[in-house]
């Protein structure tokens, strides 16, 4: 298995639902990560899970938490979003030491 | 912190030849990525360059100089489905978090 599995691949949420995000992958990767684009623009890192340890939040807003279940599980809650916060959101995976990222397909997400 | 540059648009012909610069300035590097990104699609993970050189792969090649903070990916033998956004990412030691530039716009025209 060579995928990175993401769901719902689009979601529609209010501003006061909470909802998560899923990210499964079973390459036995050891980082996983949570990044978030928006259109024309390039990925921008929220989180990084190392060994299911939280390694790196770059100062994302509390509404948006992270959760590593398991090695092979990567969730994100979302509660109280805005609509700027529309986006995809994209979960990837790679092995510590510089390898390259494997992508799942993302969430696109719409705040209404 | 890193700051990383690549051109906005290019546009070349099928068939052609083209190349995808890309300057970084970062810390702690550890490595340079290439992605590829279809318009409403995930990025797909082209080449990786971490010690100096070219490295090729099928129609890609990537060449990095760490010196001169320099990258390049070249596209052979272009094709139309070629036609996407190019994204240089730069990862330094912390954790493999990687940096993306804001990408290139290739435009391949018959």
């Known amino acids: 298995d060579t995928e990175v599995t993401q769901t719902p691949k689009h979601l529609v949420m209010g501003m006061t639902n909470k909802k998560s995000l899923k990210c499964e992958q079973h390459?036995?990767?050891?980082?996983m990560y949570w990044y978030k684009q928006k259109a024309k623009k390039p990925p921008e890192l929220m989180f990084v899970?190392?060994?299911?340890?939280?390694?790196i939040n770059e100062s994302v807003p509390s509404r948006f938490s992270p959760e590593c279940p398991n090695s092979s599980l990567l969730n994100l809650h979302l509660h109280a979003l805005q609509p700027e916060d529309s986006a995809l959101y994209l979960c990837?995976?790679?092995?510590?030491?510089?390898?390259?990222?494997?992508f799942g397909s993302g969430t696109r997400l719409t705040v209404v | 912190g890193q700051n990383i540059d690549q051109p906005t648009e290019m546009t070349a012909t099928e068939g052609a030849i083209v190349q995808i610069n890309c300057t970084y300035q970062t810390s702690g590097f550890n490595g340079l990525f290439w992605y590829q990104q279809h318009a409403g699609e995930a990025p797909t993970f082209l080449s990786y360059?971490?010690?100096?050189g070219l490295e090729e792969k099928g129609r890609f090649s990537s060449f990095l100089s760490r010196s001169k903070g320099y990258s390049y990916l070249l596209l052979k033998e272009l094709q139309m489905k070629d036609s996407a956004s190019y994204l240089c990412a730069v990862t330094n030691t912390n954790a493999g978090k990687s940096t993306f530039g804001d990408g290139t716009t290739l435009t391949v025209k018959p």
């Open positions: 990837a995976s790679s092995q510590l030491g510089g390898n390259g990222y494997t």
């Open positions: 899970y190392s060994y299911e340890k939280l390694s």
């Open positions: 360059n971490v010690l100096d």
């Open positions: 390459m036995g990767h050891r980082a």
